[in-house]
């Protein structure tokens, strides 16, 4: 795939942004519970079925694209980066973070968490 063939919809364009979302997500939750996945705020059915496929092959086959199509969604993904796509998950759970933040700096006030905090928060 050359550079300029990227200004070009992507194959199946439905499914490309699907793919750029399950991309986004965090390994860690791929092919965790959906208890489990409730107690981290997720509560989008769609979350909920990309996060059941663990793996690039898997996601192939559900979907049906070739691992080629894959490697070039790869490349195009690599050059326009993820932070769109992780940002509209991601923003949803900021209270929960913010509240987990809020937690251990009272329980155990570390000096990168305060900061952490005072950046968050008080800034104007």
Known sequence: MKVDDFSKEPYKAQTYDTY???KSLPTFL???PRVSLEKFGIDEE???DLLEIK??????????????TLTDW????????????????????????????????TKNGRAHEVRAWYELIEHD
Request: charged share 25%; net charge positive; aromatic share 12%.
């Open 30 to 32: 791929k092919g965790q």
């Open 46 to 48: 769609i979350i909920f």
């Open 74 to 105: 790869n490349k195009r993904i690599q050059k326009d980066g993820l932070s769109k796509s992780i940002n509209s998950w991601a923003r949803k759970l900021t209270p929960n973070v913010v509240f987990a933040l809020y937690k251990n700096i």
């Open 20 to 22: 750029i979302l399950w």
């Open 55 to 68: 793996t690039q092959a898997d996601f192939g086959k559900k979907y049906n694209i070739d691992t080629g």
